[in-house]
């Protein structure tokens, strides 16, 4: 079971970066999957999410209207596209793969992601 991130890097106060998260071992869309940030000297937030098999997002208020979650069941990936990028962003992103079935826990992380936003 793994989750694979890419798509972190540098950009500017009001650009665009998009987020993966490849996951193998396991079908994410029978997940509730969930990006996750933590800025230096903070701790880890929750920022989006993506229910299991119906797809319903939900936003941390810090990014409602920017960034947008989605999930491609062909390829078993999420993505997390962020738009008009803050400086206030820039954090390390995790991907989190989360469900409870008979009475089994299963949460898995991602490695990070670094998100940088710069001018």
């Known amino acids: 079971v793994q989750l694979v991130e890419s798509g972190g890097g540098v950009a500017q106060p009001g650009g665009s970066l998009r987020l993966s998260c490849a996951a193998s071992?396991?079908?994410?869309?029978?997940?509730?999957m969930s990006w996750y940030r933590q800025a230096p000297g903070k701790e880890r937030e929750l920022v989006a999410d993506?229910?299991?098999?119906?797809?319903?997002?939900s936003y941390a208020d810090s990014v409602k209207g920017r960034f947008t979650i989605s999930r491609d069941d062909a390829k078993n990936t999420v993505y997390l596209q962020m738009n008009s990028l803050k400086p206030e962003d820039t954090a390390v992103y995790y991907c989190?793969?989360?469900?409870?079935?008979?009475?089994?826990?299963?949460?898995?992380w991602g490695q990070g992601t670094q998100v940088t936003v710069s001018s």
């Open positions: 989190n793969a989360f469900a409870y079935v008979v009475r089994v826990t299963y949460n898995y």
């Open positions: 993506i229910t299991s098999t119906i797809g319903s997002t």
């Open positions: 071992g396991f079908t994410l869309s029978t997940y509730l």
